[in-house]
């Protein structure tokens, strides 16, 4: 049982790093848009598109993978972006 418990554990963490680098494949198309209005609301609803559970957990992913949040990560990328 505890094999099994570990191969499913693999397997979520697998999804969960796919899912996060197709988030930041979008964060990175969004925040080069010329559309600074859109651009915070687009980033505040990317954890929806990638299939997350929760805004939360993927608030805690990204910055365990970034080390900084979706906004900083933004604003580095983006100085003039509003977000």
Excluded at 35 to 51: E, F, P, Q
Excluded at 62 to 82: A, D, M, R, V, W
Aim: hydrophobic residues 35%; positive net charge.
């Amino acid at each position: 049982m505890d094999l099994s418990n570990g191969k499913d554990t693999l397997i979520i963490r697998a999804a969960d790093k796919s899912k996060l680098v197709y988030a930041i494949s979008i964060a990175n198309s969004l925040i080069k848009s010329k559309d600074y209005h859109k651009i915070s609301v687009d980033l505040a609803n990317i954890w929806r598109v990638c299939g997350y559970s929760s805004k939360e957990k993927f608030d805690k992913l990204f910055k365990q993978h970034k080390g900084i949040t979706l906004n900083e990560y933004c604003k580095k990328l983006n100085p003039s972006c509003k977000c």
